[in-house]
């Protein structure tokens, strides 16, 4: 089943929205907000509804571009392959933040997302930031 990640900004670009994961895998660590595409949904769709869920951010708070996608031909656990879909926007206005799978806090857009130490994932986090702030949210207001 494909999954999403999503970039929350503030409205400055200087944060990013992070959750600290309670379960496996990464439990404890910093990753993206996100989840499952269900079957049969559209994949945009996906990626705002899993927002809402798990922040209380909606459509009219941010817009959502799908920025990359990473393609994963195997599982580790065997299964078959799913597609990443990572999507960023920037906070039109101050949203209450709010969600009850993970806690959630304002991480620096600044911070060395390649510390496996502190963030979830491979590495494509340092990718994913550093390719919107450069590529994607540039010349955005």
């Not at 809402?52 to 195997?74: G, K, Q, W």
Request: aromatic fraction near 8%; hydrophobic fraction near 35%.
């Amino acid at each position: 089943m494909d999954s999403n990640v999503i970039l929350v900004f503030d409205r400055e670009k200087k944060n990013i929205l992070m959750c600290r994961r309670k379960k496996p895998p990464y439990q404890g660590l910093l990753n993206l907000v996100g989840g499952k595409v269900e079957p049969g949904e559209e994949r945009e769709h996906a990626a705002y509804r899993e927002l809402r869920e798990e922040t209380a951010i909606t459509r009219e708070d941010i817009t959502l571009d799908n920025i990359v996608n990473f393609t994963y031909p195997h599982k580790s656990d065997g299964t078959e392959a799913y597609i990443l879909e990572c999507y960023a926007g920037v906070l039109k206005r101050d949203v209450d933040i709010r969600g009850d799978e993970n806690e959630l806090l304002w991480i620096s857009a600044g911070e060395d997302f390649t510390d496996s130490s502190r963030f979830a994932g491979v590495g494509n986090i340092a990718h994913m930031v550093k390719y919107a702030l450069e590529e994607i949210l540039t010349d955005r207001a």
